[in-house]
């Protein structure tokens, strides 16, 4: 039960959600968490001790964008990721799956290795479940992630099915290729939109008993409600005390309905990237920052938030985006993080003074009611 | 002489150096100083609080920029400069002279008139000696400058003289202009490479009895050996207990004869500009990032240097410039704002222990004998 990687603290009485605590060597992540996306060993345009303070404890690196460049045998001599990238805290990379099958140009997959090209000079790279533990190994992450076969959906069922059987093959060979005793590997449950498929592959993956599992496969086209009843038909499923963690979401609606359904782990560009094209996350709704109403608009992008920011008028971040100055990007990401990282802290403030219906129906409410832009008339 | 907005503190015996302290409504500065150049109301990707980090005491901002976008209205309704860009500390702004001539496409200058073509939209736009004061009023900066007539050198001598006297024309007409008491507006010594015409405008305009002075018209196309000589033959034709600032300079060695030659404040892209192109500043010669021998290289950029950039290794952040990540070109535009401004300050402890000549031959000398990216041998 108390297990020292994760210990589940508290489960919300109305629903699913829970409070729990990851511990790893490079500290802990009180969870439900989220984790800011740095693709190639950097969260675009943040130093690590600005991303310190937006309140993020965990961070995510991709695979496949390091195993491409600048290589992990760079990484590893520099001494892993935590010393090349200066982030002390705790990291998570990928396995590349993801990545293989939405970026590169697959050429080949089959129950081996995915074969694909490298988006970056098109060269021709063999992954095998050994290999994505093995470059996993050299980026010395603190949790690392099966190699998976990630589909686009809707897809036929047999598609789905085989996608998933050969998903389980290769958690079972990336487990027997772990030589690193000191990193959390984490199995992928897939099964697209075919509930008995996610049942099935959760269990089969519980029976395997990995430290953590991941949902994975959503957030490739299918509506929110789909992802919505896929999770809840697959949490319960998941060993109780074991993270569960929801790759690639999502929304901030998303995350209080995962949170609802049982999930205490994320990842998403969604704050990143948005913010980079001028639009900021508010409990008011969305503000397209480039819009012309704040030409002259002196407050704060929300009155109240702690980040860096909202300490410009809006009238100054708008002509930050309109002059193509980096440092709007800059100011709308560090805003956004905050705001993903403020929502996590309210959410397990909430479970932990056992109010999260409550939280969650009243945020809900002032997301629902908010038109686009509504900041501006209040 | 102790003038309260410039106050000369102390003279080098042994060159044209001076210690001195600059006294505004926003803080002082000690000088010599540079400004880093915030063209657009940003130093580009640099926060208000990292660039005080760095030893930042005052900022350029650029008229011209800001008067096409977003407008001087629009920062004078959110309170001026001070209070649109969040910068606590000294602004100065140029007049627009200078952008006027290199960036737009200049229609017409007459007595009158500068009549131009702004490089965002072509709309055609007139700047007076008046308007220039007008604008910069309306953005509030602590130093404002006179309109001059900037012209690319070499250029024939009746065209200098047309310029420097017209020059001197716009000068009295900007303070005949001036209506905000709290502004402190400097005159500009043009001339070209004519040396009676430099003198001649310095006397001219020391007559006028000016706030400060600068020296224009330069790193516009001539050598740093014609650069420094027409330094040597004017500063000494400026009043010495009112400061002298050399605008748009420059490279560390052009700031440390500059200093010699008896100037106080300088502003230049070339810290930004070049650091954005993955070019670094050290005390041992240029550190160009992107070079492959800095692929697996552990070490900061320049040991000792207290710049977040340096808390890097030099791997990590060839890697950022290799993968365009924004992260680099802000790294490495703090470290070379930092190191322009530890130059600086040593300059100012140097004149003040009575050492500037040693500290001047000895920096000299450590430049020279350096060659590109030598350090990666040291």
């Known amino acids: 039960m108390n297990d020292p990687f994760f210990r589940l603290l508290q489960q919300d009485a109305a629903s699913g959600a829970r409070r729990g605590r990851l ?3 490079h500290g802990t992540v009180e969870t439900p968490a989220f984790m800011p996306v740095g693709t190639q060993g950097s969260v675009k345009g943040i130093l690590p001790s600005q991303l310190q303070a937006t309140g993020t404890q965990m961070i995510l690196a991709n695979t496949y964008h390091l195993m491409l ?40 997959v089959d129950d081996q290795a995915a074969i694909f090209r490298s ?26 992630m099966a190699l998976d076969h990630v589909i686009a959906l809707p897809a036929p069922r047999q598609a789905v099915l085989d996608a998933m059987q050969r998903s389980l093959r290769w958690a079972a060979r990336c487990r027997a290729a ?75 609606i998303d995350l209080l309905e995962a949170v609802w359904r049982g999930i205490d782990l994320f990842d998403c560009v969604m704050p990143t990237r948005n913010g980079r094209n001028a639009m900021a996350f508010t409990h008011h709704g969305p503000v397209r920052i480039r819009n012309c109403r704040y030409e002259r608009d002196a407050r704060p992008i929300e009155s109240g938030c702690p980040c860096p920011a909202c300490r410009f008028p809006r009238a100054y971040l708008r002509h930050l985006f309109m002059s193509r100055e980096m440092l709007g990007p800059i100011l709308l990401t560090l805003h956004n993080i905050t705001y993903y990282q403020r929502l996590m802290q309210e959410i397990r403030q909430a479970i932990e003074r056992h109010a999260f219906a409550a939280y969650y129906y009243e945020r809900k409410a002032a997301w629902e009611s908010a038109s686009d832009d509504v900041t501006a008339a209040s």
């Not at 001494?79 to 990291?91: D, N, T, V, Y």
């Not at 050994?130 to 996993?136: G, I, N, P």
């Open 119 to 144: 988006h970056i000079d098109g060269s021709t790279i063999t992954l095998t479940p050994e290999r994505a533990v093995a470059v996993q190994e050299a980026l010395g992450a603190d949790i690392i």
């Open 178 to 252: 772990q030589q690193r005793p000191d990193q959390r590997l984490f199995a992928i449950v897939q099964g697209g939109l075919e509930e008995d498929l996610r049942v099935q592959c959760a269990e089969e993956l519980s029976a395997m008993d990995f430290p953590g599992y991941a949902v994975g496969g959503l957030s490739v086209g299918e509506t929110p409600a789909e992802m919505y009843r896929i999770l809840d038909i697959t949490t319960p499923h998941l060993p109780l005390e074991k993270p569960r963690y929801l790759m690639g979401v999502g929304r901030p």
């Open 69 to 108: 460049r600048p290589g992990e045998r760079v990484v590893a001599d520099l001494g892993g990721l935590h010393e090349f990238a200066c982030w002390p805290g705790p990291i998570l990379t990928d396995s590349g799956g993801f990545q293989i099958f939405s970026l590169s140009k697959l050429t080949r």
């Open 23 to 25: 511990t790893t060597s």
